[in-house]
């Protein structure tokens, strides 16, 4: 985990866990479509047993159970694979949040205000009546900070 990148595209992960949200909460919306299982179909050669002796009706509902189950089956699938996305993320986003709010005071305060509340560096120079150069030098602890506590949960921070 690269906790400078994190903080930087904070608000971007951010737009991304709800975007994640929606799609999931919404899944019906964005079900495999028919074509593309027809298509992925088409691409494999079936597997078991074959039989040569089956009547049209036969061969018309086998295939079209195969059908039903390639589907759904993709579709769980597509929405557990979100899900666990959705749940990294949402993790990792928390953690980062907790970790801020770990911090001493002054400096959960300025990161809160940086990186939550998208503050400017200029602003925050302002708020907390000290230099930029100090503003940063103050995010840098922080983030060494923030990467001790990865560290000790055993996350690999780098940055």
Do not use: W
């Not at 666990?84 to 205000?113: N, P, R, V």
């Not at 930029?132 to 103050?138: A, D, G, I, L, T």
Request: aromatic fraction near 6%; glycine fraction near 4%.
């Amino acid at each position: 985990m690269d906790v400078k990148e994190m903080l930087d595209s904070y608000h971007g992960l951010r737009q991304k866990l709800g975007i994640l949200k929606f799609k999931i909460e919404n899944f019906e919306m964005y079900m495999i479509s028919a074509e593309k299982t027809i298509e992925g179909m088409t691409y494999t050669s079936p597997q078991g047993e074959r039989v040569t002796t089956s009547g049209v009706s036969d061969k018309t509902a086998r295939i079209a159970l195969k059908y039903q189950n390639v589907n759904a089956s993709d579709n769980m699938e597509h929405l557990a694979e979100l899900e666990a996305l959705y749940t990294k993320q949402k993790y990792e986003l928390d953690m980062l949040e907790h970790f801020i709010s770990l911090l001493k005071k002054e400096l959960s305060s300025l990161m809160t205000d940086l990186v939550i509340n998208d503050m400017t560096i200029e602003n925050a120079s302002i708020k907390y009546n000290m230099s930029r150069s100090s503003v940063n030098r103050h995010y840098e602890k922080a983030v060494m900070e923030i990467e001790k506590m990865c560290q000790e949960l055993g996350l690999e921070a780098t940055g």
